[in-house]
Nanobody, 127 residues
Framework: QVQLVESGGGLVQAGGSLRLSCTPS????????MGWFRQAPGKEHEFLAA????????YYADSVKGRFTISRDNGKNTVSLQMNSLKPEDTAIYYC????????????????????WGQGTQVTVSS
């Protein structure tokens, strides 16, 4: 049973920062691409960023490039999304996702590319 557990969401003022974390369990994630998505009310899932499990390769959507940073922590077995300069339009439910058995982050940018999903964490940015 694979589980992805997100944490770190909350309410922040525009211009502020939040750090989301994702902790996978239940399978070996030593060969996987991990991604972050978000879904705003009435909108489709939006790809934000991806990282290979070794942490050597990352990929970002243009909408968050330069503001968001995806990273992994070997010791804590987590993948994080540091979000800076937040805007009200960043308000959404943020999801961690995993695609096992692959390593090229450039190939996995849609919801259907990922096998496993977390339950989501709410991020609200006030103006």
């Amino acid at each position: 049973q694979v589980q992805l557990v997100e944490s770190g969401g909350g309410l922040v003022q525009a211009g502020g920062s939040l750090r989301l974390s994702c902790t996978p369990s239940g399978k070996t994630f030593s060969f996987a691409v991990m991604g972050w998505f978000r879904q705003a009310p009435g909108k489709e899932h939006e790809f934000l960023a991806a990282i290979n499990w070794s942490g050597t390769s990352t990929y970002y959507a243009d909408s968050v490039k330069g503001r968001f940073t995806i990273s992994r922590d070997n010791g804590k077995n987590t993948v994080s999304l540091q979000m800076n300069s937040l805007k009200p339009e960043d308000t959404a439910i943020y999801y961690c996702a995993a695609r096992l058995g692959v390593s090229n982050v450039n190939n996995y940018r849609t919801r259907n590319d990922y096998n496993y999903w977390g339950q989501g964490t709410q991020v609200t940015v006030s103006s």
